[in-house]
């Protein structure tokens, strides 16, 4: 009996030894994998549902002196994102600013976000964190999905995870943040509203360079893309329109995205900083008309700083517009859209996404030739090429109304017509009201014929009989209406070196 005790417990032994042995493993190497230093650990870049990241960068930004992320993604919902704010935490530190381009995402697109920290980053500590990005996401119809009436909000989020360390080797060229030493110009300019209703807050303010600010010419580069504008320690979007060669060159534009409000008949202070002219613009935070690069759009960062941008790049339309094309005419996109009537009498684009009245809507003509010349813009109560709308073109300089598909015809001759090229821009103020740009000069209009809807869709092509109209356009943006449709002042101060 003894024997038979014996020989169960060395079968016991023998039978489960194994087993022990590999428990005792796994929790040695687990007591290991705990106590490995957390920079071992595989990168991490995820959104839990909704989008997907495909990359992550985060860098020292000299010109703040703290660390700025960057997320890289694909939109993988079938509708319409519109993203609100963006923002992250690494480290159990929030960033201070940040913000997504492009802001409205169809199926497939790509896009970034940018975060700001105020921490310097260590290339010997591993930043873990999350990410939120707050939306509105709009379902698709059965048919089209970019009949979705999508208004920016907080109604849906899509979080993630991070994990990374410091570097800069796998950051696109074009988003590298350009490096410049602490040591730089700069010039306080006041922007002043003197109106007696607010600016709202992410206004496009419009900022021009007299020739007698050539005082700072000397220190500038051959494009002006070592220009940059901060409020506070921030950096804000800006864009170089026109004259981008040199601020003496006659009325050098940008456009600067204020961060702030500004109160009625009240002052804020921004600083124009003028960094090494090695440096030069970002596409990120700086950047230009998509045309004054020898690449096309290779510095354009109009979609961060206007509420909706399109520089047609490449030669694919985007889903965003619906095509009105009828038999005999064409709309190609190429570096640009062209819009031929061929042997039909009309041939458009109508924006799919409306946006709140009032507001600008601008337009580059390039061109325009052939036919009766009516190409030019609308602003429509609705989506389609049958809504109703107020057009703005080249034909004998007349207001007209209708629709695309059926024809425009002009019912107010305010002595103006679009010029080509140049920048062409309308706004509709109420059922009695509209106005009219060109390049920035401004006439007013007071049609009654149709009532102002709460949302209004623009649209481009040739409106009415015009066979073999051939109009090109460079690039086309929505931005804010200034308070009581002016533009608050700018006033430059006196040239300062940081040190």
């Not at 600013?97 to 199926?107: D, M, V």
Request: charged letters at 10%.
């Amino acid at each position: 009996m003894g024997l038979l005790k014996g020989q169960s417990a060395l079968e016991f032994l023998s039978t489960y030894s194994f087993a022990i042995l590999i428990v005792t493993l796994v929790i040695t190497m687990a007591a290991l994998y705990v106590g490995f230093p957390k920079s071992i650990l595989p990168p991490l870049c995820s959104f839990y549902s909704g989008l997907t990241c495909t990359d992550q960068v985060l860098a020292y930004n000299s010109l703040s002196g703290g660390a700025r992320l960057l997320v890289f993604g694909t939109d993988a919902e079938p509708g319409i994102i519109n993203i609100s704010t963006f923002n992250a935490v690494l480290n159990y530190q929030n960033s201070t600013t940040s913000g997504c381009t492009p802001k409205e995402l169809t199926a497939g697109q790509p896009f970034y976000c940018i975060a700001n920290f105020s921490f310097v980053p260590s290339n010997s500590v591993t930043y873990t964190g999350v990410m939120k990005i707050a939306a509105n996401y709009c379902a698709p119809s059965p048919n089209n999905i970019s009949t979705a009436n999508c208004i920016a909000s907080n109604s849906v989020f899509y979080g993630g995870g991070l994990r990374l360390t410091p570097s800069v080797f796998t950051m696109p060229p074009n988003i590298i943040q350009n490096k410049s030493s602490q040591s730089y110009y700069y010039i306080p300019i006041k922007i002043t509203n003197s109106q007696d209703i607010s600016v709202p807050s992410e206004f496009q303010q419009m900022i021009t360079f007299l020739p007698d600010n050539a005082l700072f010419q000397s220190y500038e580069a051959s494009n002006l893309g070592n220009i940059r504008f901060y409020e506070g320690g921030s950096e804000l979007p800006s864009w170089c329109e026109a004259n981008c060669s040199s601020s003496a060159a006659g009325n050098a534009l940008f456009w600067v995205k204020l961060a702030n409000p500004i109160n009625p008949l009240a002052n804020v202070t921004i600083d124009m900083r003028i960094l090494s002219n090695s440096v030069n613009y970002d596409g990120v935070f700086a950047g230009e008309n998509p045309t004054k690069s020898s690449q096309y759009a290779q510095f354009d960062n109009g979609a961060a700083v206007f509420n909706y941008y399109n520089n047609f790049e490449g030669s694919t339309v985007s889903s965003s517009f619906l095509q009105y094309v009828p038999s005999g005419a064409s709309v190609t996109q190429d570096n640009g859209i062209s819009i031929n009537t061929g042997t039909a009498s009309a041939a458009g684009l109508v924006l799919q996404n409306a946006y709140n009245p009032p507001f600008i809507y601008d337009v580059y003509i390039a061109s325009q030739s052939g036919g009766a010349e009516s190409g030019g813009t609308a602003l429509q109560t609705g989506n389609a090429p049958t809504s109703l709308g107020y057009d703005f073109n080249e034909w004998t300089g007349s207001i007209g109304e209708g629709t695309l598909q059926t024809g425009m015809s002009g019912t107010q001759n305010i002595d103006l017509q679009v010029i080509v090229p140049g920048v062409d821009g309308q706004t509709w103020l109420s059922s009695t009201s509209q106005a009219y740009y060109k390049n920035y000069t401004k006439s007013s209009a007071t049609s009654g014929d149709l009532v102002l809807p709460s949302r209004i869709y623009p649209s481009l092509g040739v409106y009415c009989c015009s066979g073999s109209n051939l109009m090109t356009i460079n690039w086309i943006r929505i931005r804010d209406y200034p308070p009581n449709g002016a533009m608050p002042a700018v006033a430059f101060g006196a040239l300062q070196h940081f040190t």
